[in-house]
């Protein structure tokens, strides 16, 4: 079952803040989240593992609840480059060697 | 950047025809999964390999075929297209260690339309 991003969609000014959150009915091992530019592949930014660590990559930092079975990302001072749909993956069981990944969320940030 | 490429990157065909698509890596990675991406659904996975000869089925399956003799390649089939098949597909390659899911790299993707 796929893990539930919110929210769908976001528009931002530069500068602004966003958080995007991602959720699952099933418990959570570990959390990968990715950036998708309009036509182009999905790029890693972090992977988040068991324990509530808080990992970040440039102004973009992340955090993980495995009781809540949450994860959210935020986004601090959005720049342009910033825009994309950003995925969610999980596992689907401990270990295991497929990731099944969120429906995204497109964030669009304007000047 | 990971050396992935895929080919074609775009192809047209029509209802009932086969249709090859093709991954390459030059990491030696074990892992390579093909996904397919439509709008509202995201990257949902097709096959994946974990190995020569080793592959196995993912969420959407049905009316596709994969084949790994090489490492270094992947093949996704339509063996009949049709035009729910119409879609962007991507390879990813993955260096899974020990008993962790670790980073996906994604290729560029391939763009197919089936008239």
């Known amino acids: 079952q796929q893990p539930v991003q919110s929210p769908q969609a976001v528009i931002l000014r530069e500068g602004e803040d966003a958080v995007i959150n991602c959720s699952s009915s099933?418990?959570?091992?570990?959390v990968h989240w990715y950036r998708q530019k309009h036509g182009e592949a999905p790029v890693f930014l972090m992977i988040l593992l068991k324990g509530g660590e808080q990992k970040g990559h440039e102004k973009i930092s992340a955090s993980f609840n495995e009781k809540k079975q949450q994860s959210s990302l935020y986004l601090t001072a959005s720049q342009l480059s910033y825009s994309g749909t950003y995925f969610c993956?999980?596992?689907?069981?401990?270990?295991?060697?497929?990731?099944?990944f969120g429906t995204g969320t497109r964030l669009q940030v304007f000047p | 950047d990971a050396g992935i490429t895929q080919s074609p990157r775009h192809k047209v065909t029509e209802t009932g025809t086969p249709v090859t698509l093709r991954c390459h890596q030059t990491e030696n990675h074990r892992y390579m999964y093909w996904y397919r991406q439509d709008p509202g659904h995201g990257l949902r996975l097709i096959h994946y390999s974990y190995g020569v000869k080793d592959t196995d089925k993912g969420e959407v399956s049905d009316g596709y075929s994969v084949s790994r003799s090489k490492t270094e390649d992947f093949l996704l089939t339509l063996e009949s297209a049709t035009s729910s098949q119409t879609s962007v597909y991507f390879c990813?390659?993955?260096?899974?260690?020990?008993?962790?899911?670790?980073?996906?790299?994604f290729g560029p993707g391939t763009r197919l339309t089936v008239l």
């Open positions: 099933k418990a959570l091992y570990s």
């Open positions: 993956g999980t596992p689907d069981t401990e270990g295991a060697d497929k990731l099944i």
């Open positions: 990813a390659i993955s260096y899974i260690q020990g008993f962790r899911t670790d980073t996906q790299y």
